[in-house]
């Protein structure tokens, strides 16, 4: 499936820790297609790897196919993993 360079993201799904909200590692996060690759968005606590900078509300990253695919095979079920990177599962 090839993605138009002019729509908007698409979710392809969120997930969060167990932790709960108040505890520093605690994080909740979407990874999203876009035209031009994959998103990561999400927030969370100061010891997280989403840790606002200062004044934000979250972090955003440009991941590539094979790391958006390896963060959906580890946070999100397995059905939205492969229906997005049914392609690479075969091959990763």
């Given at each position: 499936m090839?993605a138009d360079p002019?729509?908007?993201p698409?979710?392809?799904?969120k997930?969060?820790?167990?932790?709960?909200q108040?505890?520093?590692?605690?994080?909740?996060a979407?990874?999203?297609?876009t035209g031009?690759?994959?998103?990561?968005?999400?927030?969370g606590?100061?010891?997280s790897?989403?840790a606002?900078?200062?004044?934000?509300?979250g972090r955003v990253?440009?991941l590539g196919?094979?790391?958006a695919y390896?963060?959906?095979?580890?946070?999100?079920?397995?059905?939205?993993?492969?229906?997005?990177f049914d392609?690479?599962a075969?091959?990763?």
């Open positions: 090839t002019h729509s908007a698409q979710l392809i799904g997930a969060r820790s167990a932790a709960p108040d505890d520093p590692g605690w994080w909740a979407g990874l999203y297609r031009a690759g994959y998103l990561l968005a999400g927030t606590g100061p010891s790897s989403f606002p900078e200062p004044g934000g509300k990253r440009e196919e094979t790391e390896n963060w959906a095979a580890t946070h999100l079920s397995i059905d939205q993993a492969e229906e997005f392609h690479l075969e091959d990763i």
